[in-house]
Structures are given as C-alpha cells and as structure tokens.
C-alpha cells in the first residue's frame, strides 16, 4: 500500500497535511476526467425540420440561429432524410417550456426523444 502526502495552507496559516492511498487517489482523478468530459444521456430535443437533402435545412438553421443564437443545434443524418433538431433537455416538460417559445416563428416544430448531450461539470 502506497501513501502519499499532501499540504495545504489553510486560511489561518495553518497547515493540513492529508494522507491518502495511491489507489484512491487514482479513483478521484478518474471520477474528475469522468464528470469534466461531455456525456450522453436519453432525454428530448425539438426538430425543426427534415428533409432528404441537406442544403434544404440550412435556410432553416439560419432562420433559427438568428433567433436563438445561444442554444445548442444539432443537423443530424438519419438514412433516408436529414433532420435539423435543437437543444438538450433532460425532462419533456422543460422541451415543452421552449417549445411554446419555438412554435411562435417555426409553427410545425415538435418534441423528438433520443440521446442529448449533458453539460460538464467544472471543479
């Protein structure tokens, strides 16, 4: 068993010396690469569109990210069409809070569920 030891200068100018096995901190750098990294997870977008050629969508995207500029967009090939779908919301009803917003300027758009990516998480 390897130990290893670490000082920290506290706020008072004390010191705190902490002793750890190797092992466990090689699980604690794992577990901070793990939750810093980009994930997937299931969860709900809102498509805009589809159509089976790309350039047809790109008016669309342009249209959108003129009045959304801020949220994640996402043109995806699903053999035969392309799909052009946006944000990453964890539970229906937060997609359907942007969907009212959504509906106002793209009337035809609807709730898709699939994989979404997942913010990281900053030490």
Sequence with gaps: ????????????????????DSAVLRVFQLYRTFVTMEN????YRIQLGA??????LM????????LFPDMPNY?????PQFKFRVGDFRSRTEAEIVL????KHFPNAFITM??????RIEW
């Design 51 to 56: 159509a089976s050629n790309r350039n047809q």
């Design 1 to 20: 068993m390897a130990i290893c030891s670490t000082e920290i200068a506290g706020a008072q100018g004390g010191k705190l010396t902490v002793l750890a």
């Design 75 to 79: 043109l995806e090939y699903q053999p």
């Design 59 to 66: 008016d669309l995207k342009i249209r959108f990210l003129k």
């Design 100 to 103: 009212e917003e959504i509906r």
């Design 40 to 43: 997937e997870t299931f969860g």
């Design 114 to 119: 699939g994989k979404i990516r997942t913010s």
